[in-house]
Every structure is written in structure tokens, then in C-alpha cells.
């Protein structure tokens, strides 16, 4: 019957409320914590909060070679592979037990070793002080997401 009563305004030229959305607004309206949350979405598909994981570095028979970028890897840069994060974007990564932290550009795809979450040049790796492990605890941060129209320019 209400199927009926909205057809027949929508036929006289009488829009009807879409009392479904209008409920969602209020409710918005009402709940701060929503707005706030929907607020901190990261603006970009790509742009993930931190991550917290083990970081591990390239082996220096990696120098020299292409990365996902197309690019070459050169050891002393501060390149970095992670799975997800778009290319190009810049990230800074912490090392939990030291508190040391550099900031990376995301360049290749990677790491490909279990429980690891982002691989780095062996300069990067000096810098936070986790050469000698070989790995680290880490929390990745990123600083910078390029938009779509970036990376594509950067192939």
C-alpha cells in the first residue's frame, strides 16, 4: 500500500523522502565517534594505517637489480618493497626496540619472506640499527601516498 501512496505522488510530480538516508544523517548527526572515524579513513585505497612487523633487508646481490618501479635497486638508497603500499609512496619505519627511524620510498614489491613486512636497502637497515640481526621489529607509518596520476608518471 505505501508502494502504492509513493507511486502515485512520484506520478503527480510530489517527491517523496528517502526516510532511510535522512535516518542515517540523523544518526551521524548524533553519534561524534561516527563522524570522527569516518574522518580518519585513509583518503587513498592504498593508504593503510600502521603496520607493525618484522623488517628484514635486501641481500647485496639484489644491487643493480630491476625493481617493481622499473627501476634499479642501488643498496646505499633508501628503498624499500612492501606488499600493499602503492609505489612511490614515502613511509617512515621505526624500529621498535631502539626507536630509531628513517624514512623509505616504497619502490619494489615485497618481501616475499614469511611474516615480514617490509624489506630495506642495507643503508636503511644501518640507519635503524638492525643490520647485525638481520631483522627487526618494526612499525611502518605512511607519510606520503602518491595519487593515481603520480605513479602512472612515474613508470
Known amino acids: 500500500?505505501?508502494?502504492?501512496?509513493?507511486?502515485?505522488?512520484?506520478?503527480?510530480?510530489?517527491?517523496?523522502p528517502n526516510l532511510s538516508s535522512s535516518a542515517d544523517a540523523a544518526e551521524r548527526a548524533r553519534n561524534?565517534?561516527?563522524q570522527r572515524a569516518a574522518a580518519a579513513k585513509p583518503q587513498h585505497p592504498g593508504a593503510a594505517r600502521s603496520q607493525r612487523?618484522?623488517?628484514s633487508y635486501y641481500a647485496?646481490?639484489?644491487?643493480?637489480?630491476?625493481?617493481?618501479?622499473?627501476?634499479?635497486?642501488?643498496?646505499?638508497s633508501n628503498s624499500a618493497a612492501h606488499r600493499?603500499?602503492?609505489?612511490?609512496?614515502?613511509?617512515?619505519?621505526?624500529n621498535v626496540e631502539n626507536g630509531r627511524s628513517v624514512e623509505v620510498k616504497v619502490e619494489d614489491r615485497g618481501p616475499y619472506a614469511r611474516n615480514r613486512?617490509?624489506?630495506?636497502?642495507?643503508?636503511?637497515?644501518?640507519?635503524?640499527g638492525m643490520k647485525e640481526q638481520g631483522t627487526a621489529q618494526v612499525v611502518v607509518t605512511?607519510?606520503?601516498?602518491?595519487?593515481?596520476?603520480?605513479?602512472?608518471?612515474q613508470r
Open 32 to 34: 561524534p565517534q561516527q
Open 1 to 16: 500500500m505505501a508502494m502504492a501512496a509513493g507511486a502515485a505522488l512520484m506520478v503527480l510530480g510530489v517527491a517523496t
Open 53 to 55: 612487523g618484522t623488517a
Open 60 to 76: 647485496q646481490r639484489f644491487n643493480g637489480r630491476r625493481m617493481a618501479n622499473g627501476k634499479r635497486f642501488d643498496a646505499r
Open 142 to 153: 605512511p607519510v606520503q601516498v602518491p595519487d593515481q596520476d603520480e605513479r602512472y608518471a
Open 84 to 94: 600493499t603500499l602503492p609505489l612511490g609512496t614515502t613511509a617512515r619505519v621505526t
Open 117 to 128: 613486512v617490509i624489506d630495506l636497502s642495507p643503508r636503511t637497515a644501518q640507519e635503524l
